[in-house]
């Protein structure tokens, strides 16, 4: 199986190569992270709005093809007490929070494909047991966002928490260097923005570097697709 992977949005165009992918792969996941562009990339939020909802567009072009996962960028706006995250724009937070709930049924948590996992920002053992939590939780995850969203705050120091791991939308990249990822199975994430080429290791891909990739899970090889070239990472 080919799925072609989208690490962190925030309203940058570089997603739109799984529209012209989308008859090449099996799947397409998106990791996550669609509003609060970065001021530096001159990307206003209007335009982060404008691919947002191309992306649920393309989401119900291909429905039973495109998995979008939400990551902390989002949860900020689907719960409305959930904690701040950096460039929340609080001037259209209720607006962006209608758009969510009326397009919640195209979002998940997780995706799980074969012997891969794949999240926002990873699983770990730590958070999971902290919380008595399964992946069955996780995959309830309307269920989950209604009644143990609070669990999905929890961060550690490298992002400015008091935790010794994030939960799956809020770990950090230095976490999977001391700390026990949950299940055996390898664990596709975005979140930690890197500067050119993603950090994969033999249980965890870290892809936040703003392309797209593609995994073949019979080779467990994880290829970037870019403009100008196909690069093979593992």
């Known amino acids: 199986m080919k799925i072609l992977i989208v690490p962190d949005v925030h ?23 669609y509003l609060d562009p970065y001021g530096y990339e001159g990307i206003t939020f209007e335009d982060a709005i404008t691919e947002f909802k191309d992306v649920l567009a393309f989401k119900d072009d291909f429905p039973d093809k495109v998995i979008l996962l939400l990551g902390n960028h989002d949860m900020h706006y689907v719960v409305m007490d959930f904690m701040d995250c950096s460039r929340l724009n609080y001037a259209q937070r209720q607006e962006m929070h209608d ?11 997780i995706y799980e494909e074969g012997d891969y996992l794949f999240s926002h920002a990873g699983i770990y053992e730590e958070w999971m047991d902290k919380y008595a939590l399964t992946l069955d939780d996780l995959r309830d995850y309307k269920n989950f966002l209604k009644n143990r969203w609070e669990t999905l705050e929890d961060c550690s120091y490298y992002r400015g928490g008091w935790n010794k791991v994030g939960s799956c939308v809020w770990a950090d990249v230095y976490e999977s260097l001391k700390n026990e990822l949950y299940s055996d199975k390898k664990q596709i994430v975005g979140h930690s923005q890197l500067k050119e080429d993603p950090y994969i290791t033999d249980t965890i891909s870290y892809l936040d570097v703003r392309q797209c990739f593609i995994l073949n899970t019979e080779t467990n090889e994880i290829k970037s697709v870019t403009e100008e070239t196909t690069e093979v990472f593992s």
């Open 11 to 33: 309203g940058r165009k570089f997603w739109h190569k799984a529209e012209e992918l989308i008859n090449e792969v099996d799947k397409v996941v998106f990791l996550g992270d």
């Open 99 to 109: 758009l969510y709930m009326n397009n919640i049924d195209s979002f998940q948590i």
